[in-house]
């Protein structure tokens, strides 16, 4: 009937605990550990905690308490009317009594005032687990912090073999500069470069092979734009001149074709304009050009 009329009556309900205790051990068998506190306003220390997840207050009982029934004396002391509505980080405050756990007997302070901690918040039932807070995503990676010192080591290194014209390694360390640090814009320029040179030496070879000795011209003068010192590329063109202007006399001795000659003599000459025997042939083409009333090339 008390409990009907005052469902929170504190007399009545330890009361209906040791009827509770005495029918589940029998009166000469009640534990020692069910006592009856003092009134939860006469606590004059409590100890600090933050509740983490998967935690309950009568988790807390049993782990100050070392008797999880008491968690009507946490919850009395916070304030909290519904047992359920707790959720992670929720400040609690455990009142100190004179049976603790031992551990737990040094977090010891005392209260100006005790708030009460409980609003509107998630809400799980008794000894559930609690839901986790998402976890924070790492922020991205300042690229201040980046060890520059050996980017720029990288960056050496590669320009050191593009030099050499080692166009596969220098493609190695430029590669390796650009996924470390991206913005570096002199890495990607020469990474860029690098694989093209690497094409037009592979598309110059095949044309070497082929007779096709303008078009590998072209392709070896490609090389240079991208790096003016290349021995390699030099060397390559050096070594098309006499097959180019050979080819360029039969075209305009055999077949009367000065137009084709013409394209090819300027090739030679636009590398090296006082070559005197491709400038005598550009001579010759360009008379039988004018005495075939032709115009090569737009002339």
Known sequence: MALFLDPENREALGFLRE????????????????????????????????LQSGESLSMLAQKYYGDKMKYDIIAD???????????????????????????????????????????????????????????????????????????????????????????????????????????????????????????YFQNGNEFNVTRKYGSAYDEYSKVLLLNPRSASAKKELDKLVSPMLAQASYLLYDEQSPCKAIVIIEKILKKEPYHKEAQDLLDEATTLEEGLDLKCGGR
Do not use: C, W
């Open 19 to 50: 009827l509770s205790d005495t029918s589940r051990y029998g009166a000469a068998q009640k534990p020692e550990e069910v006592i009856t506190e003092v009134p939860a306003k006469d606590y004059k220390e409590y100890i600090e905690y933050t």
């Open 77 to 199: 002391f916070n304030d909290i009317k519904d047992i359920n509505k707790v959720h992670v980080g929720l400040k609690i405050r455990v009142p100190v009594l004179e049976k603790m756990e031992p551990s737990y007997q040094a977090a010891k302070v005392r209260p100006e005032r005790v708030e009460k901690p409980v609003k509107d918040a998630e809400v799980v039932k008794e000894e559930e687990v609690v839901k986790e807070e998402p976890p924070q995503k790492p922020e991205k990676q300042n690229l201040a912090k980046l060890d520059m010192k050996n980017i720029e080591e990288t960056f050496n290194k590669g320009e050191k073999l593009f030099q050499a014209e080692k166009y596969k390694e220098a493609i190695d360390n430029y590669q390796k500069v650009v996924s470390t640090y991206p913005e570096h814009a002199a890495a990607g320029k020469r990474l860029d470069a690098s694989k093209k040179i690497i094409s």
